[in-house]
C-alpha cells in the first residue's frame, strides 16, 4: 500500500480517488481534519476496503511510526500542509509548524521505517514530497519561466514554509539516502477545492450573487493547471522519477487573475445566466495582498523529457469541467461555505 497525507484536502482527496479508480492498491490516508480536510470528498470511497482512513497529525511521530511498522507502505505521498497564502499573513504560526515541522518528524519516521527495510522493499521505497512553483519567488513581464535549477526565493511565510520542507526533504536525500523524489507545481483547480482560493471563491461568490474580489489591479500571473493533471504528473514521478530529482509541474498555461474571473464569469452566464445581469457586475477591487507575487511560470520541460508528463487539460477544458463539477454540486459547497469558512471570510475580506 501507499501512504498518503493530507489525502482528505483537495489535491490530496483527488489523488486518492484517482489512484483507486486506476488500480487496486489500498492507500493508508493521514489527515489532521483541519478547516481544508473534508471527509465528503472521500464519500464515494465509504465501505471501500482499499481506503483507510486515520485521523491524526503528521507531527505525531508515535502515531506515523505506528501506522508505519503496522502497514508497511512501500511509498509515502506526501500532500498535507497548510496551503492558503492569505492565511499564513495573518497567521504563519501554523505553516511553521505543519509545513517544516510537520515534514521534519514525517521525513524522522521515514528514515526509520526505510532502515527496517531491506532488499527490494528498501531499493523500491519512496518518498514523494509535493510542493509548489511559490518557492521560486516571482517574476518580471520578459523572464524566463522556472526550471528546477532556479534559485528558491519565496516570499510569503507559505512559501517560506514550504521551501523550508523542499530543503529538509533534500537534506534527508543527501545525509541519509532516503530516496525522495520532490514536484513543484503551479496552481490547481479543480473539483474539490475549498473556495478560498481564486477560481473556487470566484464561482462560489458568483453563484451566490456576491462581490468578486479582485486584488490589486488583478494583473498579478499565475499558470493554472487542472487537478487531474497534477495528480498524473504526481503519479509519473513516483513510478518513473529519478531519486533525489525535483520536477517541476505545469500547465503551460500563465494567465493574468483579471482574465480568470472574466472566463469564470462569461461561462456562468452561459451556463446558469442570472436575471440580474451578467456575473461580471459583480466584480469589485479590492487592496492588494501585502507582498503580492506578479508572476509565477513553470517551464514543465523536463518531466515531459524524462516521464513523458503533459497535461491533458486545456484550460478551457479544464475550467468547462470545474465548473460544471461546482453547479452539480450545491450541497458540497453548502456544506464547506458553513462554519469555519465563514469566520475567514470576515478576517480576510472585514478591512478590504
Ligand atoms: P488543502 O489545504 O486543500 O489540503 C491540505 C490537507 O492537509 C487538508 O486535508 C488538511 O486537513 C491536511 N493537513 C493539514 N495539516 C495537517 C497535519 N498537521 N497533519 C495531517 N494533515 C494535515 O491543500 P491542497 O491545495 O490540496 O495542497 C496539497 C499540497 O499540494 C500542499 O502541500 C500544497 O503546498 C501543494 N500544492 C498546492 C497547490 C494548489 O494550487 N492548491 C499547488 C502546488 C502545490
Ligand atoms: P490563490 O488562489 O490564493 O493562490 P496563490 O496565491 O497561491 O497563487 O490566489 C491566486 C491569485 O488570485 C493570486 O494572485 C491572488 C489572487 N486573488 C484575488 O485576486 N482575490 C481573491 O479573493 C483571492 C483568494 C486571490
Known amino acids: 500500500m501507499i501512504l498518503v497525507t493530507g489525502g482528505a484536502g483537495f489535491i490530496g482527496s483527488n489523488f486518492v480517488l484517482d489512484w483507486l479508480a486506476q488500480c487496486d492498491e489500498p492507500v493508508l490516508n493521514l489527515d489532521a481534519l483541519t478547516y481544508a480536510g473534508n471527509l465528503r470528498n472521500l464519500a464515494s470511497l465509504q465501505g471501500d476496503g482499499r481506503h483507510v482512513f486515520v485521523h491524526g497529525d503528521i507531527g505525531d511521530r508515535a502515531l506515523v511510526e505506528r501506522l508505519l511498522a503496522e502497514h508497511r507502505p512501500r511509498a509515502i505521498v506526501h500532500f498535507a500542509a497548510e496551503s492558503h497564502v492569505d492565511r499564513s499573513i495573518h497567521g504563519p504560526a501554523a505553516f511553521v509548524k505543519t509545513n517544516v515541522e510537520g515534514t521534519f518528524a514525517l521525513l524522522e519516521a521515514a528514515r526509520g521505517h526505510w532502515g527496517t527495510l531491506d532488499g527490494d522493499a528498501r531499493s ?32 510569503s511565510p507559505y512559501s517560506a514554509s514550504k521551501a523550508a520542507s523542499d530543503h529538509l526533504v533534500r537534506a534527508w536525500h543527501h545525509t541519509y539516502g532516503l530516496p525522495v523524489v520532490t514536484t513543484n507545481c503551479s496552481n490547481n483547480y479543480g473539483p474539490y477545492q475549498f ?14 450573487g456576491q462581490p468578486l474580489p479582485v486584488y490589486g489591479d488583478g494583473m498579478q500571473v499565475r499558470d493554472w493547471l487542472y487537478v487531474g493533471d497534477h495528480c498524473s504528473g504526481i503519479r509519473a514521478v513516483l513510478e518513473r522519477g529519478r531519486i533525489g530529482e ?10 493574468p487573475n483579471r482574465d480568470i474571473v472574466a472566463t469564470i464569469c462569461a461561462l456562468l452566464d452561459e451556463l446558469r445566466p442570472d436575471p440580474a445581469g451578467p456575473h461580471a457586475r459583480l466584480v469589485t477591487h479590492v487592496s492588494d495582498r501585502p507582498g503580492h507575487d506578479r508572476r509565477y511560470a513553470i517551464d514543465a520541460r523536463k ?13 478551457d477544458s ?11 454540486h450545491p450541497q458540497w459547497v453548502a456544506e464547506v461555505r458553513s462554519g469555519a469558512y465563514r469566520d475567514w471570510l470576515a478576517t480576510n475580506y472585514a478591512r478590504r
Do not use: C, Q
Open 124 to 155: 523500491s521505497f519512496r518518498f514523494l514530497h509535493v510542493s509548489t512553483d511559490e518557492v521560486y519567488g516571482s517574476l518580471g513581464p520578459r523572464d524566463a519561466a522556472f526550471t528546477e535549477e532556479h534559485a528558491y526565493r519565496p516570499n
Open 303 to 315: 518531466i515531459e523529457r524524462e516521464l513523458g508528463w503533459r497535461p491533458a487539460e486545456t484550460f
Open 318 to 328: 479544464g475550467i468547462r469541467k470545474t465548473l460544471r463539477w461546482y453547479l452539480d
Open 195 to 208: 473556495p478560498e482560493k481564486l477560481i473556487p471563491l470566484m464561482i462560489v461568490n458568483a453563484l451566490a
Open 246 to 255: 525535483t520536477y517541476n509541474i505545469g500547465g503551460w498555461n500563465e494567465k
